[in-house]
């Protein structure tokens, strides 16, 4: 009989069950983690359920530590609450956040440059005339600029990896300083609230993370079955790949039960 | 003790004018006052300016019906079920919506700021984005900050450093919200109107506090005799509080925590309808124009569909409907 | 889940280190952390630093014993049951204490601004008082606005006026209270650390999230299972919080809604033995010195009297205590 | 049988009983009425058993409409919130009191000047080395400047009704403009949140009100058995008394009938 947890194999796990193992790796325990909607609530839960049991769980909606039932669709869900340390709202969670509470925050993003900048706003064309208008920042901007460490989590493609994003509507590691515009660190934007920032973009390919120095993304690991070749054909700039670690880690046998048949038994996330 | 609130859903709508600024109780999907909301678009409402921590689907009706002309928040979507707001980016490309986009730390600010009575509140939040851009400032480009509505601020923003402690990097002033009025849904409300959340409060507790004129929809209106045993359960005063309007269901297709569900399958269907006007337009016929009220249209969904939204008593959410794909 | 917070109160003060800017919960004569306030006194805590929204009794004690250097608020006295708080008088006169006067808004939004992490926020309260005028900055004449305590801000107000929307008049700005030490007595919280707090709130929430370490002495300690059925009616999570202790009683003198009433007798007495030094030392020999725990101290007083001071279950206060003249 | 709202005669209310009386007078059916502990306490909550039942009472501990079964000791106390509206906490009602709810407040003071310049914080010497050191400010301050009318409820003695107060803990119709210091009318100090100030200070010899145009405290009405004279013999400044309208209105036998058997049995604030 296999052990529990020992490696699936290609094959045995879809995509986003690697995401959200790859993510729920970046949760050291205890600390206190402010997710989002989707694939970070994969990765918390899945993270509380092996490794990271005392890690805490903020939502934006007001939820601090809870304790679902079943999986929460948003962070607005009945779900969030329950068995939750407190239910509250934005002003005590944001609150909270601002002061430094939080050690790591899991976001998504529609497209990503070279500096951990990310765009979730407008797509092509002119800000007031856009190509393709998105829903606008969400807390993504808030939670990335006052949390300690940021994990994005995204689908890999070449116009989603750009050079430069069209808007940056969350912080990367160089930024424009407002209202002047002058491009500097994201140290120097921050100033007494810097806390860090963007530390890996877990992707339908790879992770990548970032040079301390230049903060620049560079590649980490490729997942099974994808080459560094790929990678670099779905980025849009010049990716340093010299840093590459190998491959990203699969789940485990015993990781794929929890996520299909505890975490997400409806396939809210995963899929049928 | 207090003179009568209680209103009907069109009498409550009757309270608020064309060209009002608009906020709402709520988080994106959750807790929104649809009722008043598809009586808003019955009653034809213009010129509307919404101001909101973030929107959702019933901002989404609003903007594809006409009723709205500016909208200020930080998020507009469906959630799991429609992932961008669909005519709030049509309408912005053709001119007739104008976005003014902050991030959801500084509206939930601006709300804070504007119940407490300051013109402004400091944050630290987003710094290094392009919603600080000078460039990128809708309302302002609009011609829309010379003062001549004073609810519009003349600035989106205000660049700061702290003189107390010496810390170093910006701080940005964000300006107070304002709205002529705020409509609430809520599980309870008083006769005098002492409103009561359950679950999670989100950002109703400033919407509130900074409108002028609040009108309050409630799944019941209860005593307020029993209402007032528990005050520390209780959110809001009785006298800042203008209408109150029983209609239970009435935040359907949105969820009400202890009471129903989501109901994501139609947020689905109103969201693939919403890609084009005409499929909004066929939509708002069929299920807010042909229907003469919220009582109608809840028989129009049915009892089967409504009873399996219906909440769990002890985890407060249905665990009957089937939600994923 | 979490580790293991539970501390004797004897461990619990030994986190609090001579020279700390200190907060406490609760208001004037009510949940105030008595049973750790005593201890500080056996232990002799030296040049506190006391930011409080307003004092009270607890204060009096600190500071009748010397523990207390400078006093940040903007009250102290025994309500009813003693008009000033005569050891602060006292002491400010002999120059032994520094006492910094803001109003209540100024000392309420000073914790909030600390509890959301910026280094101010506005107000209008309290315009044309002498609480602004810059020649009664205590600190600021005692040489503490000089940087080298990062704790102290370099201004004790700052004056703007409103660029949004043309407002006239002066806006306040009042700098954040970043205190080394919240303690806090209240009636539940959990084995992890989730506070419950039964009643008004007071400034509990911005006091408990302004400090860096927060001391949590409660009536009960109950199971966190059992505190998360509720969680809309807890206050903090339970991250926040560092050590716990339990400590029935452990506000007496003070009230704790619900638990039990002021002990006014027993305040008045000790404001009376407070109008001179020697009183207030042979109060404090009697009723800290010679007590070696506050169960001790509790024996003292004696079962009638705290049975006495029991609140009745529905009311929430004593309804056998005498209270008038 | 004599009528319950005829007016009692000397010798058959106290003192305070006639302060709650003409306090509880002041107050309009429906007002927001925010109020501090003690004489405050008795004169609102006997509005509300009379001519101002819809008046609701915050009081800053966090209690808003609180309808008491016992009279509370102080603002903090567990009965300000039975039956309440909401009970939360200050910076809740605070936020309310700046956002311009609040239509009255009720408050006290140890001495005032002709302007309602009202000081309870230090009497006597220097700020630094005062001969008398009082409580501070508490709420006086705040709840005085941002409620839309004000009254005081004082003791009458020369010495604390001054040329000028020794410090402004609470802001009056002319004070002073900080930093700079300079003397402007209320209007000029609070600019757009200017909603009115004192309106009259009842003491236990009569009851003052404040000329509109010059902001000067006169004479509107005396105590039944006290005289203009006694009233000008007890004021530390030139007081207008032309106005006088003549006694204050007496408490009725109801009245005092609620005071003494209803609001306060306990003798907490009424003494034995």
Redesign the interface.
């Known amino acids: 009989m296999r052990n529990n947890h020992s490696p699936a194999q290609p094959g045995e796990y879809k995509l986003i069950e690697l995401l959200a193992v790859a993510g729920a790796r970046e949760i050291q325990d ?1 600390e ?1 983690v402010f997710a989002g ?2 694939l970070p609530m994969l990765a918390v839960t899945l993270a509380q359920k092996t490794s990271a ?2 890690a ?1 769980i903020i939502y ?8 679902p ?2 999986l929460p ?20 969670v ?8 939080v050690d790591l925050a899991f976001l998504g993003g529609a497209e990503i440059d070279k500096y951990g900048n990310v765009n979730t ?1 407008v797509i092509g064309g002119d ?4 190509a ?11 939670i990335n ?2 949390a300690k460490r940021t994990v994005f989590i995204m689908v890999q493609e070449k116009r989603r990896f750009k050079e430069q994003v069209d ?5 990367g590691w160089r ?5 002047g ?1 002058e491009w ?1 660190t ?1 140290q120097e ?6 806390r860090g920032g963007p530390v890996a973009v877990i992707t339908s390919m790879a992770v990548f993370r970032f040079d301390e120095e230049t903060g620049e993304m560079y590649l980490d690991t490729v997942h099974p079955g994808v080459t560094v070749e790929d990678v670099k054909n779905n980025v849009g700039f010049d990716l340093d790949v010299s840093r590459c670690r190998g491959e990203t880690s699969p789940p485990t046998y015993h990781e794929l039960h929890l996520l299909r048949n505890v975490i997400d038994p ?3 996330f995963l ?2 | 003790m207090a003179k009568n609130k209680r209103k009907s859903i069109k009498e409550a709508v009757q309270l608020i004018n064309d060209g009002d600024m608009i906020t709402f109780s ?5 807790r929104r006052p649809m009722a008043i909301v598809y009586e808003m678009v019955r009653q034809r409402k213009k010129n509307l300016h919404l101001i909101e ?2 929107s959702g689907t019933h901002g989404e009706i609003l903007i594809g019906a006409g009723c709205v002309k500016v909208l200020e ?5 469906h ?2 079920y429609g ?3 669909a005519n ?2 049509r309408k ?2 053709s ?1 007739e919506l104008i ?1 003014e ?6 509206m ?1 600010m601006r709300f ?1 700021a504007g119940a407490m009575g300051v013109p402004y509140l400091p ?14 400032d ?1 309302l302002g ?1 609009h011609g829309l900050r010379d003062g001549s509505n004073p609810r519009i601020p003349r600035r989106k ?1 205000e ?1 700061l450093t ?1 003189p107390f ?1 010496g ?4 701080i940005i002033h964000v300006p107070a919200a304002r709205p002529n009025v705020c409509i609430a849904h809520v599980q309870q409300v008083g006769e005098e109107g002492t409103v009561r959340v359950y ?8 919407a509130i506090k900074a409108a002028d004129k609040v009108i309050v929809v409630a799944e019941e209106i209860v005593p307020e005799e029993v209402i007032r045993q528990d005050p520390t359960a209780n959110l809001i005063p009785h006298y800042l509080v203008d209408a109150i309007v029983e209609q239970p269901w009435g935040a359907h297709p949105t ?1 009400c ?2 009471y129903y569900e ?1 109901d ?1 399958k139609f947020i689905r269907d109103f969201y693939s309808k919403t890609k084009t006007q005409e499929g909004f337009d066929a939509w708002a016929e069929e299920w807010i124009l042909k229907v003469n009220s919220f009582d109608e249209y809840l028989y129009k969904i049915g009892f089967r569909r409504l009873d399996l939204l219906r ?1 769990n008593s002890s ?3 249905s ?1 009957r409907v ?4």
């Not at chain 1, 930024?175 to 209202?179: C, G, I, L, S, T």
């Not at chain 2, 709520?26 to 959750?30: D, E, M, S, V």
């Not at chain 2, 089937?322 to 794909?325: M, P």
């Open positions: 205890g206190v909607t989707g049991p005392r805490s934006e909606a007001g939820s601090m530590d809870g304790r039932a079943h669709s948003s962070v607005g869900d009945a779900r969030c609450e329950y068995r939750a340390s407190v239910s509250s709202g934005l002003l005590d944001f609150g909270q956040l601002q002061r430094g509470v706003t800000y007031y005339n856009p393709v208008r998105l829903t606008g920042s969400g807390g993504n901007p808030d600029s006052l808007y940056v509507t969350s912080p930024v424009k300083k407002w209202p515009g500097v994201r934007a921050f100033g007494s609230v810097f409806e396939g809210l899929g049928s | 709520g988080f994106t999907i959750w921590v973030n928040t930080c998020w507009i979507g959630e799991l992932k961008v707001g709030a980016a912005l490309k001119g976005v986009d902050y991030s959801h730390v500084h939930i804070a944050t630290r939040a987003s710094l290094g984005t392009d919603i600080l851009n000078p460039e990128y809708a480009k923003f660049f702290d402690f810390e170093q990097g910006d679950g999670q409060r989100y950002s109703d507790a400033e969820g925590f202890g989501v994501g909440a985890y407060k959410y665990t089937k939600r994923g794909a």
